[in-house]
């Protein structure tokens, strides 16, 4: 077989190639956008199929150079996350902080009981099953590297192979489960009726903001990149003060975004239309990322899954549906916000913060924007959610040891 290797910027063009192709399949086929599937995960699974039938018929592989531009793009849209914060949104979205919060760390451990006890029915090593469980879904790629070594070294032998391919698995899932979850939930409760008004005045609202301009879109963009230095100063000052905390650097470039958010609202001046910018540039780092994420997918690991596994994460999957749509949406309020939450928690249930932001926009765009529920889901998921799935994580090693 050829390997063909591409790279960094090579990488990048093909993700944004498969950005313009999701967005003309969901032009041509509105069944996409009825549905809410983002662009680039229809284009970056079109082209991660095509990939997966030239290894499988021995023809070609790829090796793609992806990593460093991921992580930057990954970092700018957590940077822009952290700008989206105000005292205002925390004050209004400090009750469903806390209840998402809870929440989020209930559906991980029922996540890991769900993995571990089917694995054991199964006849599965528990270590191993557990790969199935909030490791590689709640947590994503960046958990299944982190944790899976660890189950190897308690002796589950596989282990990182199955948290990866788990992983890839929830972020396909994630990626077309949220948005008809989303859509699902606001026409049933014909939220999207109650919104008429309010829509109105928010286009006359944008209407009134001033034009981007060079001074604005540069400002913005520098801001980021600012934002993201003082992200990489926090992670490693934490990583040397306190080793055994361990918090990603892209929660950091969110915290760095934040302060930098809090330092301009204390001048008192009106940055509306600066903050508007930096959301522009966060959106198209979040579809560069997601785009990216899924065109260097190795599908045909999915298929090394043994049966088992398939079982435990088609149900992961239907507990994650039925716990948002039942639990969270209800507890978060009935309302719209509370319908994006939802979708927002089914994207990073299965798939990690970048699936629940995508599919949110994706809802949101064909509905309204809500800006509580992308101040409340990227906190939670990115932030929050990071440490307590840690500690639920660690206790659950330690149990499937026990029982193995």
């Not at 006359?204 to 600012?226: C, G, N, T, V």
């Amino acid at each position: 077989m050829i390997t063909i290797n591409v790279g960094m910027f090579q990488t990048l063009a093909l993700s944004v190639i498969a950005i313009y192709v999701g967005e003309f399949i969901r032009n041509q086929f509105p069944i996409w956008k009825k549905y809410c599937i983002p662009a680039p995960v229809i284009g970056g699974t079109l082209f991660a199929i095509i990939t997966t039938c030239l290894y499988s018929f021995d023809l070609f592989s790829f090796q793609f150079d992806y990593k460093t531009i991921n992580t930057f793009f990954y970092n700018v849209f957590f940077a822009a996350m952290g700008f989206a914060a105000s005292f205002a949104l925390l004050k209004k979205g400090g009750k469903l902080v806390i209840i998402f919060s809870i929440l989020a760390a209930v559906l991980a451990m029922l996540q890991n009981v769900l993995s571990l006890g089917l694995g054991v029915l199964l006849d599965m090593n528990p270590l191993v099953a557990l790969m199935s469980g909030s490791i590689p879904l709640t947590g994503g790629h960046g958990n299944a590297a982190a944790f899976a070594p660890i189950a190897e070294q308690m002796g589950a032998s596989g282990a990182i192979e199955v948290a990866v391919a788990a992983a890839t698995f929830g972020l396909i899932a994630g990626c077309i489960l949220g948005g008809p979850l989303g859509r699902g939930l606001i026409k049933k409760h014909r939220l999207n009726e109650q919104l008429v008004e309010e829509l109105s005045q928010t286009e006359i609202e944008k209407e009134a903001l001033p034009k981007i301009s060079y001074r604005r879109s540069s400002q913005a963009a520098f801001l980021l990149l600012l934002a993201c230095g003082i992200g990489q100063t926090l992670f490693l000052l934490n990583k040397a003060i306190f080793p055994q905390v361990n918090i990603p650097i892209h929660v950091m470039s969110m915290l760095g975004g934040l302060i930098l958010r809090l330092i301009l609202d204390a001048t008192k001046r009106d940055h509306q239309a600066l903050y508007e910018n930096i959301g522009i540039i966060g959106e198209i780092s979040l579809a560069v990322f997601v785009s990216i994420v899924i065109v260097t997918m190795q599908l045909w690991k999915l298929a090394d899954l043994a049966l088992p596994l398939i079982i435990i994460l088609t149900l992961q999957v239907v507990l994650c549906y039925l716990f948002c749509v039942f639990i969270t949406f209800r507890l978060c309020g009935k309302n719209y916000d509370s319908a994006i939450i939802a979708t927002g928690h089914s994207g990073f249930g299965l798939g990690a913060v970048p699936v629940s932001m995508a599919t949110m926009t994706a809802v949101c765009s064909r509905y309204h924007y809500s800006k509580l529920a992308f101040f409340v889901v990227p906190l939670i998921g990115g932030f929050i959610s990071n440490i307590s799935n840690a500690l639920i994580i660690t206790l659950f090693l330690n149990i499937a040891q026990g029982m193995g």
